[in-house]
């Protein structure tokens, strides 16, 4: 399974059935940028990054999700 049906048939139904995007004032933010990316030096810097979800409550950023393919460790870097 790769990433796009990992989070399709497992996080996104689990988010929803936890109430996220559901209960007022919560929100999921998709491939939200978390960083410009890293400072390389003479003023640029290297890739930007992003976090597959981002949920906010209340305009509140609370917490980052990161999906992998099902064949990855959950503890494997962003391979």
Known sequence: MNEA???AEHIDPALKAAGWGV?????IRREYPITLGRIEGHGKRGKALTA????EYRNTKLAVVEA????????????
């Not at 209960?23 to 929100?27: C, D, K, L, M, W």
């Open 23 to 27: 209960v007022e004032g919560s929100r």
């Open 52 to 55: 597959d979800y981002v949920l």
């Open 68 to 79: 992998k393919a099902s064949r990855h460790r959950h503890d494997c870097g962003n391979s």
């Open 5 to 7: 049906e990992t989070r």
